[in-house]
């Protein structure tokens, strides 16, 4: 079974709406990544959360980290197209943090 | 500074031919990793080196994919005799590593392999 759960697999919004990526694990969480991907290129690294109840932000993109959940969630605010893409999270497993798992993704559209 | 570059950006090839693809790091890291990332499958972890050793190889699917990084810097990643199933983007990514921690990693564009 898949280790790394994010839901949806996929998202379109209006532009100018909020929206949430949530990434759920069957394991503990050591360490979370959130990275961006649009077709073609490689994965843009976004954020990492390592302490349960950790929040960041990054202009208008915010993670949090519920470790008791084992639960990740990406949220975005007042969308723009520019954010439309795949999100990945990936997950740090215990004993070995340079080896990442990942989710397979959550596509999110962004009609202006 | 310049990031993770790949090369070749595509490579088609046919089966059982063996390809190199490569990765130059960005300065300073490290840690380089190598993934695979293909429909229905995710983002899958093939090796990692430090410095020019690999101490986890477990993600290499089988014995006809070997890796190597020579002067701590760059890295190919060689699959030998190609099948239809090796089809995917393969994506590297360094890391700088401080005091036994690594930290975030980052991805290059990827090279889009195409086996018919």
């Known amino acids: 079974s898949q280790e790394l759960e994010q839901s949806p697999q996929s998202l379109i919004v209006q532009e100018g709406k909020n929206l949430t990526i949530n990434c759920t694990s069957s394991?503990?969480?050591?360490?979370l990544y959130w990275y961006k991907q649009k077709y073609g290129e490689g994965l843009i690294f976004l954020m990492m959360?390592?302490?349960?109840?950790e929040e960041k932000s990054h202009e208008k993109i915010t993670a949090k980290l519920d470790e008791k959940k084992q639960q990740s969630s990406l949220h975005i605010t007042a969308s723009q197209p520019s954010h439309a893409g795949i999100y990945l999270c990936?997950?740090?497993?215990?004993?070995?943090?340079?080896?990442?798992?990942f989710g397979k993704g959550t596509l999110l559209t962004v009609n202006p | 500074g310049a990031g993770v570059s790949q090369s070749p950006s595509n490579k088609v090839t046919e089966k059982g031919k063996d390809v190199e693809l490569r990765c130059d790091p960005i300065?300073?890291?490290?840690?380089l990793y190598w993934y695979r990332q293909s429909l229905g499958q995710g983002l899958e972890f093939l090796i990692y080196?430090?410095?020019?050793?690999?101490?986890?190889k477990s993600g290499l699917p089988s014995d006809r994919f070997s890796a190597e990084r020579t002067g701590g810097s760059v890295s190919t990643l060689t699959i030998q005799r190609t099948q239809q199933e090796d089809s995917a983007v393969y994506l590297c990514?360094?890391?700088?590593?401080?005091?036994?921690?690594?930290?975030?990693?980052?991805f290059g564009p990827g090279t889009r392999l195409t086996v018919t």
């Open positions: 990514a360094s890391s700088l590593v401080m005091g036994g921690r690594y930290y975030e990693q980052y």
């Open positions: 394991k503990t969480l050591y360490g």
């Open positions: 959360l390592q302490k349960g109840g």
């Open positions: 990936g997950a740090e497993r215990g004993g070995s943090n340079y080896k990442l798992t």
């Open positions: 300065s300073g890291h490290t840690a």
């Open positions: 080196f430090q410095g020019n050793s690999a101490p986890d």
